[in-house]
């Protein structure tokens, strides 16, 4: 791959807006795959990113149709997770033998159905712990944190891994490459499993759900059960865990997770990959995980009401 790599954004919302935005503020060759009135909007007057580290707007390439892109050396996978095998069957011709896939989407098991697709050698694990939305067709409000974490699955310390580090640090996106993405991924799950169906379900963002004593147990419980399953699936985090999530998180802006932005707008909730994959694995692995199921069970309801 050379140095400055053709990327495509495949989903060009809160987190994919936002990263394909500092990448083309930083004269990458950035493809964003969006519709409707915000592929109209960003390809009249570009990609406007109001964030709390500073406002900026980029001109960047931008289209809804994926043939329109052509082959890329990197592909940053944004999208639902429930549009992860559909989006994948899509994007073939954007993936050519070189080609590096990034998935940054909530949930776990989106690398195996990317990589059943596009091929596992061509896929990475990668995480986003980011507040930020499509605030308007056009516009990506940023309101906390920003980083994110990838890396090869097997651990590899690969030299397109290093490559691409260099690329995200040189726009200015807070990166690590890590040498356990898997683990990085279930520490990610138990914030989601957390804070995503509560907030929801309940209209609150993050910190509100924080501040009364039994939603704050309910979040604590919901995140010990998956730390339990990830535990039996051979992936061990650490103790002190839940504790340190909640604490950190506390620390951070407002946050309003995708799920009740998701819910706010009557769109579908991704509550399969979350709380509803940490219901069914343990239930697989013989691991009691009521709190998630209920969660599972409400958003699921709440889904079939609207009709998805």
């Known amino acids: ?22 990448l083309s503020k930083a004269g990458m060759d950035v493809h964003l795959l969006a ?26 390439e931008a289209s809804d149709n994926p043939d329109h892109i052509g082959v890329s050396d990197l592909v940053l996978f944004c999208v639902k997770s429930f549009d992860t095998e559909k989006t994948a069957k899509q994007i073939t011709r954007i993936v050519g033998p070189e080609t590096s896939i990034i998935s940054l989407q909530n949930g776990v098991g989106n690398e195996e159905i990317i990589g059943d697709i596009l091929g596992h050698e061509k896929v990475m694990g990668g995480i986003a712990f980011i ?21 090869e699955l097997d651990g590899e310390m690969s030299n397109r891994g290093k490559l691409i580090n260099e690329i995200f640090k040189s726009a200015g996106i807070e990166a690590n490459l890590s040498k356990n993405i898997k683990k990085s991924m279930w520490r990610k799950m138990v914030w989601n499993c957390g804070f995503n169906a509560i907030t929801a379900l309940t209209g609150c ?36 865990l839940v504790g340190k999530t909640i604490s950190s998180t506390e620390r951070q802006g407002e946050i309003r997770t995708s799920m009740l ?8 909730m991704e509550i399969e ?18 709190v998630n199921d209920t969660l599972y069970g409400a958003v699921k309801a709440v889904n079939k009401r609207r009709g998805h």
């Open 1 to 22: 791959m050379e140095k400055r790599l053709k990327i495509a954004i495949i989903g060009a919302g809160g987190v994919g807006g936002y990263y394909g935005g500092l």
């Open 35 to 60: 519709r409707g009135e915000h592929l109209r909007m960003i390809k009249k007057r570009g990609l406007i990113i109001r964030s709390y580290k500073g406002n900026f707007r980029t001109k960047v």
């Open 131 to 151: 507040g930020s939305r499509i605030a308007e067709p056009g516009v990506i409000l940023h309101t906390a944190a920003g980083s994110l974490s990838f890396g």
């Open 205 to 240: 963002c993050v910190s509100e759900t924080l501040e009364l004593p039994e939603t704050r147990k309910v979040i604590e419980t919901a995140m010990e059960e998956v730390v339990k399953v990830a535990h039996s699936l051979g992936i061990s985090l650490d103790e002190d």
């Open 261 to 268: 932005v998701d819910m706010e707008k009557g769109k579908r």
């Open 273 to 290: 990959s979350i709380n509803g994959a940490v219901s069914k694995m343990g239930e697989k692995s013989g691991i009691p995980t009521p």
